[in-house]
């Protein structure tokens, strides 16, 4: 017997600052059709065969077909939305799966992929399909499913919405309880609207589920620096340092945290192998000479701002 399929598409995960990073939707099955059902044709199966070999030029040819004979064929629009978004045809798929919920309104996958295709495309109504899909249930994987939707949602409604949105983050975040990232991302539109402590919480959340969070980390830190928290942004830049030995923004910034705590010679050292990385940055040198001036080391100031009489 055949198998429908319905393929999550890519969640647009880049409209956060964070990351996007992440996110990119798992093929799920919908519900088994018997054959004979007028809704689930031969060429829907040979389009769904197709569709697994990414054969989408003959997917596509198949389901133009079924969609004729039967307009209202609602599965038949929604994987040629797939299809087309594969071949990178936005506007068709976005179509396609109009399409598909004008058919049925109530698939969640329908809603979902149609929504998360209008965000991609900047489309205002995005807000609509991805609410609807916040109410209706999955056809597997139900949780990770509302959390997709739930954080797709947020991230559409960020600028518009902001305090929605961080209630959306918390509702993906209580449905996916072991991902950081709704932490991470309600952390920094907290931090944006201005409500750090809240933010802070956030961010020690994400830090609870990955101890090794690099956006947690560095979430917090940013925000004991603004607070003038020193010891508390020292201790996790020094475990973000451990993180990413290379990364010389790390070690600029734990450089200046002990430079503002008054930790001069320790500052001197964290700079001193920044600029091993980095020996022509202005800034770098700059901070160094402010420093060794400080420590009485008059020649090795010298030698830092010399440079920078040249600089524009």
């Given amino acids: 017997m055949a198998t429908s399929r319905w393929a999550l598409a890519v969640l647009v995960a880049c409209l956060a600052t964070v990351v996007c990073a992440q996110n990119t939707g798992k093929a799920v099955r919908h519900h088994k059709i018997a054959e004979a059902d007028p809704m689930f ?10 569709i697994e070999k990414k054969n989408y030029a003959t997917a596509q040819t198949l389901l133009e077909k079924v969609v004729a004979a ?34 049925k309104a109530d698939v969640f996958e329908s809603n979902l992929n149609l929504g998360l295709m209008l965000a991609k495309s900047g489309k205002v109504d995005a807000e609509q399909f991805l609410r609807t899909a916040t109410k209706l249930k999955p056809t597997a994987h139900i949780d990770e499913g509302h959390a997709r939707a739930w954080l797709s949602l947020a991230r559409v409604i960020e600028a518009t919405k902001p305090d929605e949105a961080v ?26 609207q201005g409500h750090p402590g809240q933010a802070e919480a956030e961010y020690k959340q994400a830090l609870e589920i990955d101890g090794q969070s690099s ?21 996790l830049l020094r475990k973000l340092a451990l993180l ?69």
């Fill in 167 to 192: 209630e959306a983050y918390r509702e993906a975040s209580k449905l996916q309880p072991r991902d950081p990232e709704p932490h991470l991302s309600a952390g920094a539109l907290l931090e944006k």
């Fill in 70 to 103: 039967n307009p209202a064929n609602y599965q038949a629009w929604f994987d040629l939305g797939f299809v087309h978004n594969a071949q990178g045809k936005t506007d068709e798929s976005i179509a396609a799966y109009r399409k598909s919920v004008e058919a």
């Fill in 41 to 50: 044709p031969p060429e829907l199966t040979q389009a769904e065969d197709a």
């Fill in 244 to 312: 990413r030995p290379d990364e010389l923004t790390v070690r600029l910034q734990l450089g200046r945290v002990l430079a503002a705590a008054g930790k001069t010679s320790d500052a001197i050292t964290e700079l001193e192998a920044a600029a091993k990385v980095a020996p022509d940055d202005p800034g770098l040198k700059r901070d160094l000479a402010d420093l060794y001036s400080e420590a009485g080391k008059f020649d090795l100031a010298e030698a830092q701002y010399r440079p920078l009489l040249s600089v524009t």
């Fill in 215 to 235: 956006d947690a980390l560095t979430g917090l830190v940013n925000l004991y620096m603004r607070g003038k928290r020193y010891p508390e942004a020292e201790q």
